[in-house]
């Protein structure tokens, strides 16, 4: 019987030893889990969760769409312009080989923990695996470099004694979660002894994030035209006075012009966004990425790919809009991002997108760009009410304010209410006939001459800004309820809106405005002053042949730019003079002063303003891009 007990024993003990041994020898596949941008492969702060993914913890692959060795061409091998299509189709992503150290920078790391005691014959295999494995690819660092690793690729057994470096990139970005969700598994497989063991780590591939006001500018970006006529030498002097402004404001770089295509609007072609992983020391690796508006018939976006595209910088390309969705809802004017938020078990650190839609219609912007971005799983797009607008963007009456609160922003609208009053207070001092508009007329645009008297005199003009305040009113409740921002959290700017003159039902106001903003096809005509096309069918898309929309009278305060936290640049008012001090620019200047701005203004009277938009439509910033999107608090 003793002797039966200490055999007993004995195998247990044996057992006991095999189990730590082989336990000792198991695969263990480790990634950044903690994000502090390192792979621990000696302790255990990567361990915890690696094989799922979640707010708090979890590794992150960049989708690698940059061209970090600029090797991407723009034309094909006879000097032709390669097709929307092909020119997206190049990446870094998009190639089997790490284009040099940029590139490897843009990898995810993983390591094998070395395991000594590998026995010789044992090899071990590495692939992703699931779903995300026709959407990532593998690197493995050898002799000094890095070659792709294929699914049937053998890790020898030296290698697993020693452990092993790998890379992983994803191959785009998610563009549907319901097709797939960004997750990439990566399997490290054993075998030996006759016998496979395996260990999975998870990733998720950085969402595409677009820019809040929180963000400090850091470079701007606007449209040169080339011309010699009056449209595109008023442009220039706009471009000249916006460099000025922008170095006045503190921001280093130059102006980037866009020079090929000639539209003015470089708000609406392009978004900038980027997308981010823990790098060394848990700073944030960045990528920008350039999400191309949804408008393919608009040419001026394939200057982001022959132009940006390059080291650290990509560019989106979602599916065309459909000829059923209104073309101007595309351009991303009408996108924009509120700042960071909580709000109760909802929490925005990366901000939230909100677009305009034509509710009285139901028309929204493009399926396809909807999807892409409520697909990166960080900023639920929220959908506001921009059917009373003739051109429907969002920026035309709301913007986002850094602010000394506790909230760190506040909402900027604007108010037709103190605009009219305004116009009332000058009217009952006596200066009913001072004009409008102090604004001086070119050889191709007289000024307009309406009087303030005869403004208030206009039963439509009291329809119109009755209308835009109550629409606006009616969107501060949407904000409301999903952000929680109260009264003390809204800045109200003096604003004055007006019907599409075009329309049946004008205004009777001033008939300047002859540059449009609506269509494809006519972008070049339409920047010409004099004689603009004024397109109403199906080439130019307009905003619809809906009765009673509207877009500024006096060019859009809130339509302008913040060039850093305390500098903001508007739209020059261009309002009535009463002794010699423009009442509207005094207004605004006032509002934003105690907001915690100081103010400058820029004319964009003959270049944006009569198109029916302002500055701010017709520039566009890249924003610093160094705060972790993964953090959640």
């Given at each position: 019987?003793?002797?039966?007990?200490?055999?007993?024993?004995?195998?247990?003990?044996?057992?006991?030893?095999?189990?730590?041994?082989?336990?000792?020898?198991?695969?263990?596949?480790?990634?950044?889990?903690?994000?502090?941008?390192?792979?621990?492969?000696?302790?255990?702060?990567?361990?915890?969760?690696?094989?799922?993914?979640?707010?708090?913890?979890?590794?992150?692959?960049?989708?690698?769409i940059d061209d970090d060795a600029k090797r991407c061409p723009v034309k094909d091998s006879r000097g032709r312009p390669l097709s929307d299509s092909k020119l997206a189709r190049c990446n870094d992503a998009s190639d089997t080989v790490v284009n040099g150290k940029r590139d490897a920078a843009d990898l995810a790391r993983l390591r094998t923990v070395p395991r000594p005691d590998t026995p010789a014959g044992h090899h071990g295999t590495v692939k992703a695996v699931g779903a995300g494995a026709k959407k990532s690819r593998v690197f493995v660092h050898r002799d000094g470099r890095w070659t792709l690793l294929r699914p049937t690729d053998r890790l020898t057994a030296k290698e697993l004694r020693s452990g092993v470096e790998l890379g992983v990139e994803a191959t785009d970005v998610v563009r549907d979660r319901q097709k797939w969700n960004g997750l990439v598994t990566v399997r490290l497989t054993v075998t030996g002894g006759g016998a496979s063991r395996s260990d999975d780590v998870v990733?998720?591939?950085?969402?595409?994030?677009?820019?809040?006001?929180?963000?400090?500018?850091?470079?701007?970006?606007?449209?040169?035209?080339?011309?010699?006529?009056?449209?595109?030498?008023?442009?220039?002097?706009?471009?000249?006075?916006?460099?000025?402004?922008?170095?006045?404001?503190?921001?280093?770089?130059?102006?980037?012009?866009?020079?090929?295509?000639?539209?003015?609007?470089?708000?609406?072609?392009?978004?900038?966004?980027?997308?981010?992983?823990?790098?060394?020391?848990?700073?944030?690796?960045?990528?920008?990425?350039?999400?191309?508006?949804?408008?393919?018939?608009?040419?001026?976006?394939?200057?982001?790919?022959?132009?940006?595209?390059?080291?650290?910088?990509?560019?989106?390309?979602?599916?065309?809009?459909?000829?059923?969705?209104?073309?101007?809802?595309?351009?991303?004017?009408?996108?924009?991002?509120?700042?960071?938020?909580?709000?109760?078990?909802?929490?925005?650190?990366?901000?939230?997108?909100?677009?305009?839609?034509?509710?009285?219609?139901?028309?929204?912007?493009?399926?396809?760009?909807?999807?892409?971005?409520?697909?990166?799983?960080?900023?639920?797009?929220?959908?506001?009410?921009?059917?009373?607008l003739s051109v429907g963007h969002v920026d035309e009456f709301v913007q986002f304010l850094p602010a000394d609160t506790p909230r760190g922003w506040r909402v900027g609208v604007a108010d037709p209410a103190a605009g009219v009053a305004l116009l009332r207070k000058a009217q009952r001092e006596g200066h009913g006939s001072a004009r409008m508009f102090s604004v001086p007329g070119s050889p191709d645009v007289p000024a307009p001459k309406e009087t303030i008297k005869k403004v208030l005199a206009s039963a439509k003009f009291h329809a119109d800004n009755k209308l835009a305040a109550e629409r606006i009113k009616a969107n501060l409740v949407v904000l409301k309820r999903e952000t929680g921002i109260t009264d003390a959290d809204i800045v109200k700017v003096p604003g004055l809106y007006v019907r599409d003159e075009q329309g049946p039902s004008?205004?009777?106001?001033?008939?300047?405005?002859?540059?449009?903003?609506?269509?494809?096809?006519?972008?070049?005509?339409?920047?010409?002053?004099?004689?603009?096309?004024?397109?109403?069918?199906a080439d130019g898309r307009r905003a619809g042949a809906r009765a009673w929309q509207n877009s500024a009278y006096v060019p859009g305060a809130v339509n302008g730019v913040l060039l850093s936290p305390t500098r903001y640049l508007a739209p020059q008012q261009w309002g009535p003079v009463i002794g010699g001090r423009d009442i509207f620019t005094d207004a605004v200047t006032s509002v934003y002063r105690e907001a915690g701005f100081t103010t400058r203004y820029i004319d964009d009277w003959y270049t944006y303003h009569i198109g029916m938009g302002e500055v701010h439509c017709g520039t566009n910033t890249l924003r610093d891009t160094s705060a972790p999107w993964w953090k959640t608090s």
């Open positions: 019987m003793a002797g039966l007990l200490a055999a007993t024993g004995t195998t247990a003990v044996a057992e006991a030893r095999a189990s730590a041994a082989a336990e000792a020898d198991a695969p263990d596949l480790r990634a950044d889990v903690n994000r502090d941008g390192r792979v621990d492969v000696e302790g255990d702060t990567d361990t915890a969760g690696e094989d799922t993914w979640t707010p708090e913890r979890g590794a992150v692959l960049l989708p690698n990733l998720r591939t950085a969402p595409v994030l677009t820019h809040h006001h929180l963000q400090k500018a850091q470079e701007v970006l606007v449209t040169r035209a080339s011309g010699r006529d009056p449209y595109s030498k008023a442009q220039q002097k706009f471009v000249k006075k916006l460099a000025a402004q922008v170095k006045s404001a503190g921001i280093t770089k130059p102006l980037t012009k866009f020079t090929k295509y000639g539209d003015p609007w470089a708000q609406d072609f392009v978004e900038p966004a980027y997308a981010s992983m823990p790098g060394p020391g848990g700073t944030p690796h960045t990528m920008r990425v350039l999400i191309r508006s949804a408008q393919l018939d608009r040419p001026a976006g394939r200057e982001l790919f022959e132009k940006l595209r390059g080291p650290d910088v990509g560019v989106v390309q979602v599916g065309a809009a459909r000829d059923s969705e209104e073309w101007t809802l595309n351009s991303m004017g009408n996108l924009e991002t509120i700042p960071p938020y909580r709000l109760g078990n909802k929490s925005y650190p990366a901000g939230r997108i909100i677009q305009g839609y034509r509710k009285d219609t139901g028309s929204k912007p493009a399926r396809t760009m909807r999807t892409f971005l409520a697909s990166q799983g960080a900023q639920d797009p929220l959908l506001l009410d921009t059917s009373w004008a205004s009777g106001l001033s008939d300047s405005r002859t540059l449009r903003r609506m269509g494809p096809d006519s972008l070049r005509e339409l920047n010409q002053l004099g004689g603009a096309k004024k397109s109403t069918g």
